[in-house]
């Protein structure tokens, strides 16, 4: 799978999702090491200087907000 693809694969699941854990594609459970490294890995992937997809700056910005309300 080509790196593009799975930037939009991300793209449509972060869209399709209000759920802050699924979002960051972690377990309710999960510990802030958990958070921080599944934050981490989607944004480098979606983030707007490296991501040119449609919707990529929604999706890094429902990311982030995922992110800073744990």
């Known amino acids: ?36 490294k599944a934050y981490r890995k989607a944004a480098l992937r979606l983030h707007p200087d490296k991501c040119q997809l449609d919707g990529s700056k929604e999706a890094f910005q429902k990311l982030s907000a995922a992110f800073g309300s744990e």
């Open 1 to 36: 799978m080509a790196k593009g693809d799975k930037a939009a694969e991300l793209i449509a699941h972060i869209g399709a999702t209000e759920d802050y854990y699924a979002v960051l594609q972690v377990a309710r459970d999960a510990d802030d090491d958990a958070i921080k």
